[in-house]
Each structure stands twice: as C-alpha cells, then as structure tokens.
C-alpha cells in the first residue's frame, strides 16, 4: 500500500522513474552511457534551476543524482580498452564531481549550468558517433 501512495504522490516522478527504467531496458552499452549523459545534464540543469529559486530540496535531489552518474560513469571506463581515452575521462568526471560538489555548498546555480554544459560536449559527441 505504501508503494501505490508513493505513486499518487508525485505522479510527474514516476512517470520519469517508469520512462527511464523502460529506456534502459532496451538499451546496449553505447544507448546506456548516452542515456546517463542525458539524464547527467538535466540533473545538473534542474538544481542549477532550484539553487537559483531557493528550492533547497530539489537541488539536493538532483546534485545527489548527478554525483551518483558522474560515479557510474567514472566506475565503468575499461582502462585496459580505452587506454589514454579512458584515463582522460577519469580525470573529467573526476573534476565534474569536485565542481558540483564545491557548487553544493553555496547557493549560485550558474556552476551547474556550467558543468552541465562540459558534459554536453560529450553527450553530444556520442549521439553522433553512434548515428555513423
């Protein structure tokens, strides 16, 4: 009964949570890292929206996502595959986490709109090498 109460209360958030379990389901390697940059950035872009209308709560929510992806992704490079590639990627989610962890502490929203748009970069980049 729990459950179900928990679904009426935020019907907007189980729609997400049920859309992002249906996509990753279906999704290969590639499909799945470009999944998690998209929901990496809009992680990023929701609390740097909510750290600038003080909404506390759901900048908490969203940096404590985007921290546990930038985790994940990190956690996942194949040193041996990706050699030099892997290696320079360690060190950017690396620095991506330390950015959104020092923007934590204050109240400005506009390092997360910056970080988030670093990763953009990248995101955008893997939407195009797997388009080829």
């Known amino acids: 009964m729990a459950y179900a109460s928990s679904l ?24 799945l890292v470009q999944l998690l940059y998209e929901e990496l950035t809009q992680a990023l872009r929701v609390a740097a929206w909510a750290a600038d209308r003080k909404q506390f709560a759901t900048r908490s929510e969203r940096i404590t996502r ?54 953009e970069e990248i995101a955008s980049a893997w939407r195009q090498a797997r388009a080829a």
């Open 66 to 119: 985007a921290t546990a992806i930038l985790f994940a992704l990190e956690a996942n490079l194949d040193f041996e595959k990706g050699g030099d590639v892997s290696r320079a990627l360690a060190r950017f989610y690396g620095g991506c986490r330390r950015q959104v962890i020092e923007a934590s502490i204050g109240t400005d929203g506009a390092p997360f709109s910056a970080v988030a748009a670093e990763l």
């Open 8 to 31: 009426l209360r935020d019907p907007a958030r189980t729609y997400r949570e049920i859309d992002l379990a249906g996509r990753t389901a279906a999704a290969d390697g590639p499909a």
